[in-house]
Nanobody
């Protein structure tokens, strides 16, 4: 069974940093687009960042550009989200996701993300 397990969430003060990890098991995703989404209370789920299989292409939503960095380690079947200069508005449950087909050309929100993690809570205090 494919599983994606996020970790690294927690409570931090504004301006602080967190590094989220998402470890996949049950299938190798070294040739798949991987990404991060988040959902705040009362809001719709939104795209945060995605990365191509080779790490040659990355895409971020405008609100996190310059602060967040997505990366991956294909040997570990893991995707990361380094979050710096955190703001209270970053507070949300963060989910990692993986596209179902390999070699996706667009590392963004429009791909078919067939696999999802359970989410990890990120809370940024002011």
């Amino acid at each position: 069974q494919v599983q994606l397990v996020e970790s690294g969430g927690g409570l931090v003060q504004a301006g602080g940093s967190l590094r989220l990890s998402c470890a996949a098991s049950g299938r190798t995703f070294s040739r798949h687009v991987m990404g991060w989404f988040r959902q705040a209370p009362g809001k719709e789920r939104e795209f945060v960042a995605a990365i191509s299989w080779s790490s040659s292409s990355r895409l971020y939503t405008d609100t996190v550009k310059g602060r967040f960095t997505i990366s991956r380690d294909n040997a570990k079947n893991t995707v990361y989200l380094q979050m710096n200069s955190l703001k209270p508005e970053d507070t949300a449950v963060y989910y990692c996701a993986v596209q179902g087909l390999p070699y996706g050309s667009t590392p963004g929100p429009r791909g078919a993300y067939d696999y999802w993690g359970q989410g990890t809570q990120v809370t940024v205090s002011s």
